[in-house]
Protein backbone atom coordinates (compact mmCIF):
# COMPACT_ATOMS: atom_id res chain seq x y z
CA UNK A 1 0.00 0.00 0.00
CA UNK A 2 1.29 3.24 -0.82
CA UNK A 3 1.64 6.56 0.89
CA UNK A 4 -0.97 8.94 0.64
CA UNK A 5 0.15 11.89 -1.58
CA UNK A 6 1.18 15.00 0.30
CA UNK A 7 2.02 18.26 -0.65
CA UNK A 8 4.60 20.51 0.50
CA UNK A 9 3.85 24.32 0.61
CA UNK A 10 7.36 26.26 0.92
CA UNK A 11 7.13 28.09 4.71
CA UNK A 12 4.64 30.88 5.28
CA UNK A 13 7.99 33.27 5.47
CA UNK A 14 8.92 32.54 1.69
CA UNK A 15 5.44 32.88 1.21
CA UNK A 16 5.24 36.14 2.19
CA UNK A 17 8.08 37.22 0.66
CA UNK A 18 7.46 36.27 -2.53
CA UNK A 19 4.22 37.90 -2.09
CA UNK A 20 6.15 40.99 -1.24
CA UNK A 21 8.18 40.41 -4.35
CA UNK A 22 5.13 40.91 -6.52
CA UNK A 23 3.99 44.10 -5.28
CA UNK A 24 7.24 45.12 -5.57
CA UNK A 25 7.76 44.40 -9.48
CA UNK A 26 4.31 45.72 -9.97
CA UNK A 27 5.32 49.50 -8.44
CA UNK A 28 3.19 48.92 -5.19
CA UNK A 29 4.73 51.24 -3.05
CA UNK A 30 6.07 50.90 0.87
CA UNK A 31 5.98 47.09 0.80
CA UNK A 32 5.90 45.35 3.40
CA UNK A 33 6.21 42.09 5.72
CA UNK A 34 4.72 41.89 9.23
CA UNK A 35 5.49 38.91 11.50
CA UNK A 36 2.84 37.96 13.29
CA UNK A 37 3.25 34.95 15.06
CA UNK A 38 3.85 36.81 18.25
CA UNK A 39 0.62 38.99 17.75
CA UNK A 40 -2.36 36.73 17.24
CA UNK A 41 -2.45 32.46 16.32
CA UNK A 42 -5.11 33.20 13.45
CA UNK A 43 -2.09 34.25 10.85
CA UNK A 44 1.86 34.34 10.33
CA UNK A 45 2.37 36.80 8.35
CA UNK A 46 0.95 40.20 6.48
CA UNK A 47 2.28 41.69 3.54
CA UNK A 48 1.26 44.90 2.89
CA UNK A 49 1.32 46.91 -0.10
CA UNK A 50 -0.36 50.51 -1.18
CA UNK A 51 -1.36 50.86 -5.06
CA UNK A 52 -1.67 54.29 -7.10
CA UNK A 53 -4.59 53.16 -9.13
CA UNK A 54 -7.66 50.83 -9.24
CA UNK A 55 -5.87 48.85 -12.19
CA UNK A 56 -2.18 48.61 -10.18
CA UNK A 57 -4.15 47.81 -6.96
CA UNK A 58 -5.86 44.68 -9.29
CA UNK A 59 -2.40 43.60 -10.66
CA UNK A 60 -1.26 43.22 -7.74
CA UNK A 61 -3.71 41.21 -6.14
CA UNK A 62 -3.73 39.16 -9.26
CA UNK A 63 -0.14 38.68 -10.02
CA UNK A 64 0.24 37.91 -6.08
CA UNK A 65 -2.42 34.95 -5.93
CA UNK A 66 -0.59 33.57 -9.87
CA UNK A 67 2.49 33.40 -7.73
CA UNK A 68 1.13 31.84 -5.07
CA UNK A 69 -0.53 29.39 -6.65
CA UNK A 70 2.73 28.83 -8.52
CA UNK A 71 4.02 28.34 -5.30
CA UNK A 72 1.47 25.64 -4.42
CA UNK A 73 -0.86 27.85 -2.66
CA UNK A 74 -4.81 28.31 -2.55
CA UNK A 75 -6.11 31.43 -1.53
CA UNK A 76 -8.65 30.89 0.43
CA UNK A 77 -10.82 34.09 0.32
CA UNK A 78 -10.45 37.48 -1.23
CA UNK A 79 -12.53 40.62 -0.17
CA UNK A 80 -12.75 44.16 -1.24
CA UNK A 81 -11.92 43.41 -5.19
CA UNK A 82 -14.71 45.46 -6.31
CA UNK A 83 -14.29 48.51 -4.69
CA UNK A 84 -10.36 48.39 -4.73
CA UNK A 85 -9.72 50.77 -2.02
CA UNK A 86 -8.43 47.73 0.05
CA UNK A 87 -7.87 44.11 -1.40
CA UNK A 88 -7.23 41.44 1.53
CA UNK A 89 -7.17 37.97 0.30
CA UNK A 90 -6.70 35.03 3.14
CA UNK A 91 -4.22 32.48 2.45
CA UNK A 92 -4.71 30.68 5.94
CA UNK A 93 -1.21 31.70 7.55
CA UNK A 94 -0.07 34.44 5.11
CA UNK A 95 -2.38 37.92 4.46
CA UNK A 96 -2.06 40.41 1.68
CA UNK A 97 -3.41 43.72 1.65
CA UNK A 98 -3.02 46.06 -0.83
CA UNK A 99 -4.60 49.67 -0.25
CA UNK A 100 -5.04 52.36 -2.20
CA UNK A 101 -3.34 55.39 -0.17
CA UNK A 102 -5.55 57.07 1.61
CA UNK A 103 -7.36 53.73 3.17
CA UNK A 104 -3.65 52.62 4.07
CA UNK A 105 -3.39 56.00 5.57
CA UNK A 106 -6.67 55.42 7.53
CA UNK A 107 -6.42 52.42 8.88
CA UNK A 108 -2.27 52.26 9.47
CA UNK A 109 -2.25 48.81 9.87
CA UNK A 110 1.69 48.55 10.58
CA UNK A 111 0.52 51.20 13.86
CA UNK A 112 -2.22 48.82 14.47
CA UNK A 113 0.18 45.75 14.75
CA UNK A 114 3.54 48.12 16.04
CA UNK A 115 4.40 44.88 18.09
CA UNK A 116 4.72 43.21 14.99
CA UNK A 117 8.42 42.54 13.57
CA UNK A 118 9.05 44.03 10.72
CA UNK A 119 10.55 41.13 7.75
CA UNK A 120 13.48 42.50 6.03
CA UNK A 121 11.55 40.66 2.89
CA UNK A 122 14.22 41.10 -0.20
CA UNK A 123 17.13 39.27 2.09
CA UNK A 124 15.15 36.30 2.83
CA UNK A 125 14.40 35.60 -1.47
Known amino acids: MSAPLTTSLPSAL???C??????ADN???DVLVLDMRSCTPMFDFFVIS???SRRQ???IAEE???A????GDTRIGIEGYEASKWIVQDYGDVVMHVFDPD???YYKLEELWADAKKVDWESEL
Open 14 to 16: YRA
Open 64 to 66: TDA
Open 103 to 105: TRD
Open 68 to 71: LRAE
Open 50 to 52: TGT
Open 57 to 59: IHT
Open 27 to 29: KGR
Open 18 to 23: VAAKVA
